[in-house]
């Protein structure tokens, strides 16, 4: 892979070498937190890759410490600080990312490199194959705020692991290690850390030089029998995403992770 990108942009950076293209996001000091202008650069650069004939094979990764820790609270809240607008953000920018990489005609490799949670899981699982560092882990955090799984959460996972690891992952809230999403089937493979960037890019080599239209062949006809209600699924996680931001039980998980303290849920 290129020792510099061919595009920076303010929180992407794109690299190549021949027919395979790498997507850094690029927000370390927030841990990759998924802000709007993070999906408008991703956006931007997942459309300009989709479009482009000589780009074969695409991988996504992030910088530094984790892969992408879900909705950036910062960026999420409203201005009266008492709610998230979560139903306009999902349907403005997170739909139109998971919606293209699975509609992109050729093969996207998740490369995670550290922590995905919240929507940086869905975000991770939208891709053809996922790969993990064994120090990674994945995380449905939305329960510990009050919230649910969004940005196809819902139908990502379920599709790869079934009901009931989706509900345990959805209403426990807890880390599921790299090594076991693997043994389950959420994710392709785990590495050890040392060996995890020679193997991603070993893979991403492998899949920029294959039959191109035979990967998009099998896209479509995953996205056909797994994903044919995913518009219908995104638009009904937007609807209940943005009733339950409203409740009491939000606001007070919102206020403890901001104190740092556990948060006391109703049920209101």
Same mark, same amino acid.
């Given at each position: 892979m290129?020792?510099?990108?061919?595009s920076r942009l303010?929180?992407?950076?794109l690299?190549?070498?021949g027919a395979?293209?790498?997507?850094?996001?690029?927000?370390?000091d927030?841990?990759n937190a998924?802000s709007?202008?993070?999906?408008?650069d991703?956006l931007?650069?997942?459309g300009d890759?989709?479009?482009d004939?000589?780009v074969r094979?695409v991988?996504?990764?992030?910088a530094g410490?984790a892969?992408?820790t879900?909705a950036d609270l910062k960026?999420?809240?409203?201005?009266d600080? #008492?709610t998230?607008d979560? /139903?306009?953000? $999902?349907i403005d920018?997170y739909h &139109?990312?998971?919606?293209a990489?699975r509609?992109?005609?050729?093969?996207?490799i998740?490369a995670?490199?550290?922590?995905?949670?919240?929507?940086?899981v869905?975000?991770?699982l939208?891709?053809d194959l996922?790969?993990?560092k064994?120090?990674?882990?994945?995380?449905l955090?939305f329960?510990?705020?009050?919230?649910l799984?969004?940005?196809?959460?819902?139908?990502f996972?379920?599709?790869?692991?079934g009901f009931?690891?989706?509900a345990e992952m959805?209403m426990l809230?807890?880390r599921?290690p #790299?090594?076991?999403?693997a /043994?389950i089937? $959420?994710?392709?493979?785990?590495w &050890?850390?040392d060996e995890?960037e020679?193997?991603?890019?070993a893979?991403?080599?492998?899949l920029s030089?294959?039959?191109?239209?035979s990967?998009a062949g099998?896209?479509?006809?995953?996205?056909h029998w797994?994903?044919?209600?995913?518009?219908?699924?995104?638009a009904?996680?937007?609807?209940?995403?943005?009733e339950v931001?409203?409740?009491q039980?939000?606001?007070e998980?919102?206020?403890?992770?901001t104190?740092?303290r556990?948060?006391?849920f109703?049920?209101h």
């Open positions: 290129s020792e510099e990108p061919v303010d929180t992407v950076e690299y190549r070498t395979a293209a790498k997507i850094v996001l690029n927000r370390p927030r841990m998924w709007t202008g993070m999906a408008a991703l931007s650069v997942l890759l989709a479009s004939d000589s094979a991988m996504l990764t992030g410490r892969f992408c879900g960026d999420a809240v409203t201005a600080g #008492a998230m979560t /139903d306009r953000i $999902l920018w &139109p990312i998971v919606t990489i509609e992109m005609p050729k093969p996207v998740s995670v490199n550290g922590p995905a949670a919240g929507a940086g869905s975000l991770a939208s891709a996922v790969v993990a064994e120090s990674a882990y994945f995380l955090a329960v510990n705020i009050g919230l799984p969004d940005a196809g959460s819902s139908l996972i379920p599709a790869r692991i009931a690891r989706f959805a809230g807890e599921l #790299a090594p076991k999403a /043994d089937g $959420l994710i392709n493979s785990s &050890p850390d995890f020679k193997n991603a890019e893979l991403l080599t492998r030089n294959g039959p191109t239209r990967y099998t896209k479509r006809e995953l996205n797994m994903y044919s209600g995913m518009a219908e699924q995104l009904l996680e937007a609807q209940l995403q943005g931001a409203r409740s039980d939000c606001a998980g919102i206020a403890a992770f104190e740092k556990p948060p006391r109703t049920g």
